[in-house]
């Protein structure tokens, strides 16, 4: 399949889908990106909203993905994104079985 701009593989795909992750996490929570953040959000109601709604962030993470893979695409730098988008779901796994794991022994109630 072509887009126009070379052939859709499933690498690029997975790439897009996991660095569009990365990117509307990166729009939301990021440190790196509060001081934009908070300044748009004091502009306007209405880019408050967008930043705030994570499906409106995923379109925005959506574009900033197919415009980097597409113009860009460096490779240290979208597996370096990669691994921390995976690292940062494991964690997040981890530390739901810890929880369901101190729960269940009584630890927490």
Known sequence: MD????PITV?????????TCVFSN???RWGIFQT??????????????????YECSSV????????YLVVMDIT???YALIFHWVAANIRIVL??????????EGEIK
């Open 3 to 6: 887009a126009g701009f070379g």
């Open 36 to 53: 934009p953040r908070s300044f748009l959000k004091r502009r306007s109601k209405y880019l408050e909203g967008l930043l705030s709604c």
């Open 95 to 104: 530390d739901w079985m810890d929880a369901a794991r101190a729960v269940k």
């Open 26 to 28: 990166a729009i939301q």
């Open 76 to 78: 240290i730098v979208t």
């Open 60 to 67: 925005w993470g959506a574009f900033a993905s197919v415009a």
């Open 11 to 19: 690498a690029f795909i997975l790439k897009g889908v996991i660095l």
